[in-house]
């Protein structure tokens, strides 16, 4: 994908509105020319979430996320770089230009366009089959009485049905000025076998799902037969340049807004399921197109949601989908619970009675952690009765074990383990050092980080003295790039002593005015360290304080290189020392003008 021209960047940003971008995820007061508020991207009692609107940047100052809107939809949808850019620029009605790519990224994209537009006309040809034909009243009665799914939300998914003749979508496409072969990239045609070069529609005779992107862009189509002799029951796209099953999730694009709100995303496993949830105003539901839930759908989930609840047939999803997933989910923060359902019955099942809907949402209320469900299961099909088979209970158990993490919900279930197979702490603890290494697949590197806990929030360190002035040269600069242009000119990487701070003024120094300009996905560490600086409080960004900085900053930088500089020329030494002697006197004259207001150097 070629990168937006860096003027589309800065119209969105200057468009998107900042405050009420933040607001759909935090509440927010004004404070002066900033608001506050609890931070969306930690928990926390006392707000210590800042937006300045005159900037468009919000910044963290307990967990020290930063950035500008488009960085902040990044992080709160979960979204790329380019994704974010183009959310806003849609929401608030910018024109979105592009840098000339070259001609085989800009073919490809293009032609992902092409076989966008020709899904979405299908899927609307289909729905509107769906309501107009007669032809499609089984359908409607199976999804009406049969399902009880209400007309509402059929039409705000987009349901429809495919009618059975094997050419309308083959002859239709063509017309709308589709190819042949645009038609069966986009999957919704076919090669005949029987009659070479002949075609005919991948769908027909079946109630259409469309499946879309987060974005809403139709990316592909499950289909369900109609009849007992449907073969198969569900027919779904082929993976294509489009659509790929491992990283879509069904319903992602109307869930996305409802599982951000509440950090909570429920997967199920069947479309006409987050049907019935949506109806029954569980509005976070998603479903996994028929495999196990995979790292690439987690991950995307995990753009949104703290806690992903699967309500799915445990044994269903498999026990090694669910070790892996555990895996994927334990190196970030997702949370993955299970509502284990009825033996036999589906979310859409329950949700026919009124009984059954309090169940089911009491079921996702009381969700029980994965891994933790899962060594259950292998205690209950555990073999108590012999030490042998408790033997192969506690090997099944430790990798699961192992793969929770540091956490009190493991400590918990190592002592349930112990207890139910009336085995030794230690005997626990020393099979989960071995059964971690033995029950990981050949294919995981072994210092895969499965063993680790979540990261602890790692205790901050202290800024030193020197980082703090440099800091605040840079917060200077960014306050004002043009005083500081000819100081800009005068520093250089090793003025700055913290490696953070060097990047990021080698950033402000490329570009001054917009540092954040162009900076994707890979540089969120540069983005946070810059909107840290713009957060510094500091003085005005007048000529005398800026030479004032500068000096700071030259003393400190000579202080080390004379530190560390015995390999330089005795002559050179002298004349640095001589250099610093002079800036320490400058600085302590300066200081005595600002009457003290300003922190100095201390003798070092
Ligand atoms: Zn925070």
Request: glycine content about 8%.
């Amino acid at each position: 994908m070629s990168r937006f021209t860096p003027e589309t960047i800065e119209r969105v940003r200057e468009a998107a509105d900042i405050v009420e971008v933040v607001s759909a995820h935090t509440d927010l007061r004004r404070q002066g020319e900033r608001f506050t508020g609890l931070c969306p991207f930690h928990e926390e009692r006392t707000p210590s979430f800042s937006v300045k609107p005159a900037e468009g940047f919000y910044y963290c100052f307990g967990c020290e996320a930063g950035g500008d809107t488009i960085r902040f939809v990044q992080e709160k949808e979960g979204l790329s770089f380019p994704d974010a850019v183009e959310a806003l620029a849609e929401r608030y009605g910018v024109e979105v230009e592009r840098e000339t790519e070259d001609p085989k990224a800009e073919e490809a994209r293009r032609r992902r366009g092409r076989l966008g537009d020709a899904l979405q006309r299908a899927a609307t040809f289909y729905a509107n089959y769906l309501w107009d034909s007669d032809k499609a009243l089984k359908a409607r009665r199976y999804l009406l009485e049969e399902r009880g799914l209400g007309e509402e939300v059929l039409r705000a998914f987009g349901v429809g049905f495919a009618p059975s003749a094997w050419d309308t979508i083959y002859k239709r496409g063509q017309i709308s000025g589709f190819s042949v072969d645009e038609l069966l990239a986009a999957g919704l045609i076919q090669r005949s076998q029987k009659s070479p070069g002949g075609h005919y529609d991948r769908f027909r005779a079946r109630i259409t799902f469309p499946v879309r992107d987060h974005r809403g862009r139709v990316v592909g189509f499950g289909a369900r037969g109609m009849g007992t002799d449907a073969k198969p029951k569900y027919l779904n796209s082929p993976e294509n340049e489009v659509y790929r099953k491992s990283r879509t999730l069904y319903g992602i694009d109307r869930a996305r807004g409802p599982i951000a709100r509440g950090s909570r995303a429920v997967v199920v496993e069947g479309y006409t399921d987050v049907l019935a949830l949506h109806q029954a105003g569980i509005e976070e539901a998603v479903a996994v197109m028929g495999t196990a839930i995979t790292p690439e759908q987690l991950k995307l989930l995990g753009g949104y949601a703290e806690e992903v609840v699967l309500a799915l047939d445990a044994d269903r999803a498999g026990r090694e989908a669910m070790l892996r997933a555990q895996r994927v989910a334990g190196s970030g923060r997702l949370r993955l619970l299970v509502a284990a359902m009825p033996a036999g019955e589906d979310p859409a099942d329950m949700l026919r009675s009124e009984a059954g809907a309090s169940r089911l949402r009491e079921l996702i209320a009381d969700a029980i952690d994965l891994a933790a469900f899962h060594v259950r299961a292998i205690l209950d099909d555990a073999d108590l009765s012999t030490p042998a088979g408790r033997d192969r209970a506690l090997d099944e158990a430790a990798p699961v074990l192992v793969a929770m993490g540091e956490t009190i919900t493991r400590q918990e279930m190592v002592r349930e383990v112990g207890d139910r197979l009336d085995a030794a702490p230690e005997l626990v603890a020393a099979r989960m050092r071995a059964g971690g290494r033995r029950g990981r697949p050949e294919s995981e590197p072994a210092a895969a980080p499965v063993a680790t806990a979540p990261a602890p929030s790692r205790p901050r360190r202290e800024p030193t003295q020197e980082e703090r002035r440099e800091a605040m040269m840079l917060a200077l600069c960014l306050d004002a790039p043009e005083a500081a242009g000819p100081y800009l000119e005068r520093l250089g990487d090793d003025h700055f002593s913290s490696p953070v701070l060097r990047a990021a003024f080698e950033r402000i120094r490329e570009r001054p005015g917009d540092p954040l300009e162009g900076l994707g996905e890979a540089d969120s560490a540069l983005i946070n360290a810059i909107s840290r600086l713009r957060a510094v409080e500091h003085e005005p960004p007048t000529r005398e304080n800026l030479e004032f900085r500068w000096m700071l900053l030259e003393h400190d930088r000579l202080g080390r290189a004379l530190r560390h500089g015995s390999a330089l020329e005795p002559a050179e030494l002298v004349a640095m020392q001589k250099e610093r002697g002079r800036l320490s006197d400058a600085i302590s004259s300066a200081e005595q003008r600002f009457g003290g207001a300003v922190p100095g150097p201390t003798a070092t």
